[in-house]
């Protein structure tokens, strides 16, 4: 292997990129954006959740209990009619996660000691939403009226992420699912779009090797991607003001071997098919899908049948975002995700030797 | 006119069903896709792992743990010393929560004084550690209130909690439908965008200009397989769906129906796309980008209402949130068109908005 040969070659694929200003602003600006919109859009908290209330009773005591639920700050009031069929149609129609029912006769019974019933009806359409409402609702309920209660008060401590924000537990994630996203996308285009335009020809009657090739195509993007990885890192720490405990400079170097590993399976990728279309095709379904859906990203692992969770160890990404999340939120250091990298390392060795493997200089 | 469109539509059809990759992609994402993620991913968060610190070591205390790990939210993972192991089992992620009682637990509930409880939640996972702590203040709340009843002969509020729509929690439905809505959306765009973009990069669309054909026709013609091809592919979903036991409750017809609205506002999309792209890379790339946005603002990842205001506002534009209010209004609470219509009128205005911006710039291009 000639480091002169690869080093040119790498240097016509920067000329190709700079010239394509259009894929050059999609490489750095989406990365971005993507973390804005997702960073801001995904919270799982459940916070201010549409409820509705038919009070019948209309006495202290059902409005006190109307209040712990408004004031707890899991529900909002959108509405309160007189008419039970209204709160089940507006449940119909989607406008509200959940509707209170408190009877006729509810301040009566609870004076005499008697069991009082109320009602919760939660829409268990969006299931995560709804077992987390209905067990706040419950312990609301349980807890009420309180002076003749029992009080057993649970102190609860969130370690590692003190006021749950879904912010600090989705964007260090969101590193390992754009860099799974865009590096291997733009290199699978690299080499089908060689062989789409015929001037792949050229490189199989030149004097360079496959292992030069491969390598020469890799360099240029990966140097993209690490640059990809410092914008999206620097976005996602410092304008979400996400703390980072552990080292930085450990993330970005375990970054920057996730990174070559992701520019490997988009080069895989592009040395299996012909044409772009194809190539974009499979790397939504071996890079895209799999980091989002089956990475421990929004979905745990450890809910999936076992079948699954097979599944979903054979592709990088879940090692990365244990990492991500190891590093930046628990403060973990080599110590703690030395497993992570070592699979991370093996990957990459293993699908750059596929790769080269897999690209034949012939013309088929 | 109408002759024209037929044979512009004939020659689209034979292009889409010539390629092999595309049809596999179809066939793919409408079946193969749907089935893993509804069967990979629809399951809820349960047996999450507790770690107990039981300084009090009595009745009482041992019955709060039996009430903690009874049900299906918790299992029993470790019995620790003290709170300074706590911290060894959550880095492992050996556990996700653990409750800490203080000795005199027993005799101050006896005395009928307030106890405090230490909880400690695992926060590097959002998810997790949200349905963590809910899990353990009902409990702890129910906990309560049953032996206040045993000790004072008093009931309090029975909570009669109802889940409708999908009574077992399973997100296995909701899955389901999902990975059906967003098959429709990614085909409807990427399909239409990429058939008017090759005949930019090919330049076949120099011959399209100077035939009579006009531009409003080569838009009909080019939309028209998407929109057959995905709306047919519903029925073979419906089986698919019955077999893994969501049968449809409201009207087949209005099933259809809605499905070419919401189609016809997905096509729009990638109508405008090809507009405003020239090469087959870049629409597929345009095309890849805007995908995401639509879809994570439909609510179908994380719940709407936890989003900041402008975005639930922005969450209005993606075709995917109506149309996945709409599937599970038809096939899980047995809605009709008359509980519907509102998500129906919002796709029309969406299709009609980019449809008539494709038609402005593609104007000035033909």
Redesign the interface.
Known sequence: MKLRRMFAFSRKEVLEISRDP??LW?AIF?PL??LF??A???????????LVVVDQDKSAASRE?QARFLNSGYFMLTDAPQDARVAE?A????ET?AALFIPNGFARR?SR????????????????????L????????????GE???????????????Q???R???VPGLFAVILMAFPP?LTA?AVA?EKELGTIAQIYASPMTKGEFIAGKLLPYAVLAFLELLIVVGGGLLWFSVPIRGSLLLLIVVGLLYVVCTVSIGLLVSTLVR????A??VA??VTL?PAF??S?F???IF???AA?QT?ASAFPTRYFLEAS??IV??G?GLK?IWVYVAIIAAYTTVVFLLAAWRFRKRIA | MWGRIAGLTVKEFRQVLRDPIILFLIVYLYSAELVICTLALGFDVQNLKLGVIDHDRTEASRSVIQALTGGDNFVLAAQLADMRQVEDHLQRGALDAVVEIPPGFARRIAAGRRVDLGVVVDGSNGNIAARARAYVIEILARFAQERTAVQIHTHGVQPVLRVWYNPDLTNTRFMALTMLAEAGLMLGVVLPAAAIVREKQGGTIEQLRVTPVRAHELFLAKITPTIVICSGAVFPVLFILTLLGIPVQGGIGTLLALTVVFLMSAVSIGVFVATITNTLQQAMLVSFFGLFPLLFLSGTIAPIESMPGWLQAASQASPLLHYVDIVSGLFLKGAGIGELWSHAAALIAISAAMFAGGWFLFKRQW
């Open positions: 259009f894929t999609v989406m954006v993507m919109l997702f801001y859009a995904i919270s799982l908290d459940v916070e201010n959740a549409p209990l149609h449940l119909m129609r989607g996660r609870l000691g008697e069991p009082a019933p109320v009602q919760l009806i939660v829409d268990g359409t969006y299931a995560t939403t709804a077992s987390i209905s067990a706040y609702g419950r312990a609301i309920l349980y807890a009420f009226p003749l209660r029992l009080p057993i008060q649970p102190e609860v401590r969130v370690w590692y992420n003190p749950l924000r879904s600090d537990f989705i996308l285009l779009r044409t772009q279309l194809a974009m095709l939504l379904i899908m859906l089956f421990g929004v979905y745990p809910t999936m049948p699954f599944y999340r190891g939120l628990r973990a703690e």
